[in-house]
């Protein structure tokens, strides 16, 4: 076992399809030990919290154990639809089993010794967080957006204030603000047509979101199409011959049929492509940022981003859409790590050891 030297906090990043947790150290975008916390269908909010207190525990122990018998910080959670007025989810499209429930205080009812030291915050303001204090971004003291792909859509946004010389985040009237998965965009051409879970038509997230992707795919896989998504499925070292290939086909299955040219994995790849473009072409009109970082599972889907930020390029705007900075994210967890600096940003040393690099893509 490793030993921590520095004070640290829990980092928890709830998403759709599970709930990831780490240690982080303070001063650097480190993570020490983590676990992961499975979704369940038709889970009641109770359940969740024993198997998500189960897991704070084993971490907690980990810890007193890491740094000769110090106590942890607190604890910071990066969570969808998040109203931070209430303190609690409220009216989310993809975790509906957690609405109205009152997460925070049910954890310190358990863990007393971190009263209003459990801070919770919308899970892609804290991926922004994460890329403003760690990421290490050139030209991010000017303002930069994040989108984060996962289960939905989400994102973060920072403003830079030329009266303060300082980044705002946008949180809104009712902590509420910067839904931007739920902004319309046009619908991507030869796309299937899908209704967004919060029952708008043509919401970014209907189309660029691991959950539509895989709908896309879903319906490719099939004897008539022929589609080598199909094979990548089958190729899988986890692949479950008892189970329907299209209930285990993942975003990476898409993306590795589409690098070795299936005319219909590349068809769902331009559609998520053209979907992220019209989002960044909404959020850059309204924000002007200069930096658009994507965060989350698909982010790493380069071919992609990078065929996104040639269609937002070609897009016309008042606000110059041309020569805009699209970039996929550096940091492997950077949701855990927005989450634990909502503890770690009372210390001013928080992402003292970030460097700035040039763009990897």
Same mark, same amino acid.
């Given at each position: 076992m490793q030993k921590i030297e520095v004070g640290a906090a829990i980092g928890i990043d709830i998403g759709a399809i599970g709930?990831?947790?780490?240690?982080?150290? $303070?001063?650097?975008? $480190?993570?020490f030990d983590s676990t992961y916390v499975p979704k369940i269908?038709?889970?009641?909010?109770e359940h969740y919290i024993g198997r998500l207190v189960s897991a704070i525990k084993m971490l907690k122990s980990y810890y007193k154990i890491a740094s000769d018998d110090k106590e942890l910080l607190g604890v910071?959670?990066?969570?969808? /639809?998040?109203?931070?007025?209430k303190k609690m989810v409220a009216n989310s499209p993809n975790m509906e089993f957690l609405n109205d429930f009152p997460l925070v205080e049910a954890l310190e009812e358990v863990f007393p010794q971190w009263e209003e030291k459990i801070v919770a915050d919308n899970d892609a303001n804290v991926a922004g967080d994460a890329e403003v204090m760690f990421g290490g971004w050139e030209g991010s003291e000017r303002g930069i957006n994040v989108f984060t792909l996962g289960g939905g859509v989400g994102f973060g946004g920072?403003?830079?204030?030329p009266t303060s010389d300082k980044l705002i985040k946008v949180t809104g009237a009712h902590y509420r603000g910067g839904e931007g998965g739920h902004i319309p965009i046009p619908h991507p051409p030869g796309a299937p047509? $899908?209704?967004c879970n919060c029952g708008y038509d043509d919401c970014l997230e209907a189309y660029a979101s691991a959950t539509a992707v895989m709908n896309f795919a879903q319906m490719a896989i099939t004897p008539q199409t022929g589609s080598l998504i199909d094979v990548m499925v089958a190729q899988d070292p986890v692949y479950d011959r008892s189970k329907r290939r299209g209930d285990q086909v993942t975003p990476l299955h898409i993306e590795k049929a589409?690098?070795?040219?299936?005319n219909r994995a590349l068809e769902i790849q331009g559609w998520l492509a053209f979907a992220l473009a019209h989002g960044m072409r909404a959020m850059n009109q309204i924000f002007d940022p200069g930096l658009f970082i994507i965060c989350g599972g698909m982010s790493r889907w380069t071919a992609a981003i990078r065929q996104a930020r040639t269609i937002l390029h070609s897009l016309p705007g008042v606000v110059p859409n041309k020569g805009v900075r699209v970039c996929s /994210? $550096?940091?492997?967890?950077?949701?855990?790590?927005?989450?634990?600096?909502l503890v770690l940003?009372?210390?001013d040393n928080v992402g003292d050891e970030h460097q700035i690099g040039k763009d990897p893509i």
């Open positions: 709930t990831k947790l780490a240690i982080v150290s $303070r001063g650097s975008c $480190r993570l269908e038709n889970e009641i909010p910071g959670l990066g969570i969808p /639809s998040w109203n931070g007025e920072y403003l830079y204030d047509k $899908r209704k589409a690098k070795i040219g299936d /994210s $550096r940091l492997k967890n950077a949701g855990i790590l927005g989450a634990a600096a940003s009372e210390n």
